[in-house]
């Protein structure tokens, strides 16, 4: 395994720059994703990295050496792409050995690799059969198996899951979760799930329109994030974003929501909020942050609900607090109806 550096990268696509002098280094056994909306160039640099596409400016690195004008066969990268791109005539033995093969592996090398990815893969009953015969969770296993006997430096995953079902998703999130604990592989993996990012990767790179908007742990990204893209893309249900005005009553200071409730800033925080007094502001919280007022304890903002929708374990409620739109996650069985304010 080994060390991926990417300086200044740069890509354009007949005049239109894709992507804006990307930076990024992931470390030897590193899971790091690519997350963003679609277009946001995520793919275009995972094929960057591959070597399918050429760079317009900037260099890759590959454990201290440059690999930019070395082919995509030679650069000891694997690539699992979104659709599996089994040959269907093939067994399953047959489709993870094809690059051995072709590569004139010796025939015992060869039986011994793609032995050792059936048992990783819990592909061993499966090695005769055709891919037509297997399930699209197994089918991906395959992809990831003809990946694995390369013995790569670096593994790249582009949108592998994107095809599978809701329950095929979160089963095979967690294959790949355990192959890179049993790997101990550099893996960079694209996704637009924020959900994926955030339950596989050890740093999250979140990207918007060819740049890289913050690079960080699932938790801080979560707890921290650099700004407004960042808070509402990570985070399901998203984060509500509320006008407020800083205000000071004596020695405190509250945020005054566009309906008139205001809320108290804890003191620790008044040294940050002072240069911003009077100002406009943006308030994000979080809807599993928000809660039904319990019985004898004042409410701090009224909500008018629009929409509740049961989820089980919770239940959201779709409102406003003024004119502005609020979601809040409370809890399933709570008495609030729709139509009412609270």
């Known amino acids: 395994m080994a060390s991926l550096t ?6 354009t696509y007949d005049s239109e720059p894709v992507l804006h002098g990307i930076d990024l280094t992931v470390q030897n056994g590193e899971f790091v994703v690519f997350v963003g909306p679609s277009g946001c160039g995520k793919s275009t640099l995972l094929r960057l990295i591959a070597g399918l596409e050429d ?3 900037g260099e890759i690195l590959l454990a201290g050496e440059t690999v930019d004008h070395v082919p995509p066969a030679q650069r000891g990268i694997a690539m699992v792409f979104q659709s599996y791109a089994l040959y269907p005539h093939m067994s399953v033995r047959d489709n993870i050995a094809y690059g051995l093969k072709v590569r004139k592996t010796p025939k015992h090398e060869v039986n011994r690799l793609v032995n050792e990815a059936a048992r990783i893969l819990e592909l061993d009953s499966m090695l005769d059969r055709r891919p037509k015969n297997l399930s699209g969770g197994q089918r991906q296993r395959v992809a990831i198996g003809r990946a694995i006997v390369r013995e790569p430096d670096v593994f790249l995953f582009d949108e592998p899951l994107s095809n599978l079902d809701a329950k095929l998703r979160i089963e095979m999130r967690t294959e790949i979760k355990n192959l890179h604990q049993r790997l101990k592989a550099t893996m960079v993996y694209v996704t637009h799930d924020q959900v994926e990012a955030m339950t596989l990767a050890d740093r999250v790179v979140v990207m918007r329109n ?12 979560y707890e921290k994030p650099a700004n407004t893209f960042v808070a509402s893309f990570i985070g399901s249900p998203s984060m509500n974003f509320l006008s407020v005005k800083l205000i000071r009553k004596e020695s405190t200071f509250f945020v005054e929501l566009s309906e008139g409730s205001q809320l108290n800033i804890p003191e620790s925080m008044h040294n940050r909020f002072e240069p911003h007094l009077d100002q406009i502001l943006t308030l994000g919280i979080r809807p599993e942050h928000l809660e039904n007022v319990r019985e004898g304890h004042p409410a701090v903002a009224n909500v008018q609900v629009n929409v509740l929708e049961p989820l089980g374990p919770h239940t959201l409620l779709l409102g406003q607090i003024g004119q502005e739109n609020l979601t809040a996650q409370i809890e399933a069985r709570s008495a609030i109806q729709p139509g009412a304010t609270y």
């Not at 990417?6 to 890509?11: A, E, F, L, Q, Y």
């Not at 060819?210 to 990204?221: F, R, S």
């Open 6 to 11: 990417i300086r200044d990268i740069h890509k």
């Open 210 to 221: 060819g740049i890289i908007e913050q690079v960080a742990d699932p938790i801080t990204l």
């Open 55 to 57: 760079l317009t400016g």
